[in-house]
């Protein structure tokens, strides 16, 4: 299946399958021009748009009956393709708000926050889509809608989710003119505490990020 057919007119809109796919082929499309850096000014609140679609098809696919696959192993797909350089386009564009803190299961009390990289969720999230979506271009639709299914529950919804919270948390404290906490140089491959994390957190008034990442005008 071609990326043509994915908007076919024979298909049905109102399919399951087909708006779901359209969904996730409109985030993956969004993100790589994101990415890009054509346009800067506009990268974070466009950021939060499409996250925040991309987790309403998260939703129905949460919400829908268990799908299971028609071939009990799942077809070879060949190597995965290579994230890479989005990944360091996006942290490239994104400094100095790529790092954030997350809780990894809210329902685990007894683990504190990790640090985390939007750059490394989007990309993360991308490749997991990109796997699906190589089995609905090839006509495998039952088993893209299993692997979205499946890897939804087991990572890129979740991860998606701490990017969407990032992200609006950044919105909101731009928009509500309320300092940031500085992150600059918090290395995510470091296993840090919860204390370290607020110890290693300065201050960046919301002003100097405010225009350049397009949240507001500059005064």
Same mark, same amino acid.
């Given at each position: 299946m071609s990326d043509a057919t994915l908007h076919e007119t024979a298909q049905d809109p109102g399919d399951f399958a087909v708006q779901i796919a359209d969904q996730i082929e409109s985030f993956l499309v969004a993100v790589t021009e994101v990415a890009k850096g054509d346009e800067p000014d506009s990268a974070v609140p466009f950021l939060l748009l499409e996250v925040s679609q991309l987790m309403l098809a998260?939703?129905?696919?949460?919400?829908?009956?268990?799908?299971?696959?028609?071939? =009990? /192993?799942?077809?070879?797909?060949?190597?995965?393709? +290579?994230? +890479?350089?989005? =990944?360091? =386009? &996006?942290?490239?564009? &994104?400094?100095?708000?790529?790092?954030?803190?997350?809780?990894?299961?809210? /329902?685990?009390?007894r683990k504190g926050r990790v640090p985390a990289r939007i750059s490394d969720d989007l990309a993360d999230v991308i490749t997991d889509l990109r796997h699906g979506m190589a089995h609905y271009r090839a006509g495998r639709t039952t088993e893209a809608l299993w692997w979205w299914q499946f890897s939804y529950f087991s990572n890129w919804g979740s991860t998606a989710s701490a990017t969407l919270r990032a992200l609006q948390s950044l919105v909101a404290h731009v928009r509500l003119n309320q300092p940031l906490e500085e992150l600059d140089g918090l290395d995510t491959d470091q296993d840090l505490s919860e204390d370290a994390l607020e110890e290693e957190a300065g201050k960046v008034m919301a002003e100097e990020l405010a225009g350049p990442l397009g949240l507001r005008e500059v005064k």
């Open positions: 998260g939703g129905r696919l949460g919400a829908h009956e268990d799908i299971l696959p028609e071939e =009990r /192993y799942e077809p070879d797909l060949g190597p995965e393709p +290579d994230v +890479d350089e989005l =990944r360091e =386009r &996006l942290a490239a564009l &994104l400094d100095p708000i790529d790092v954030y803190s997350e809780v990894f299961d809210p /329902y685990e009390h």
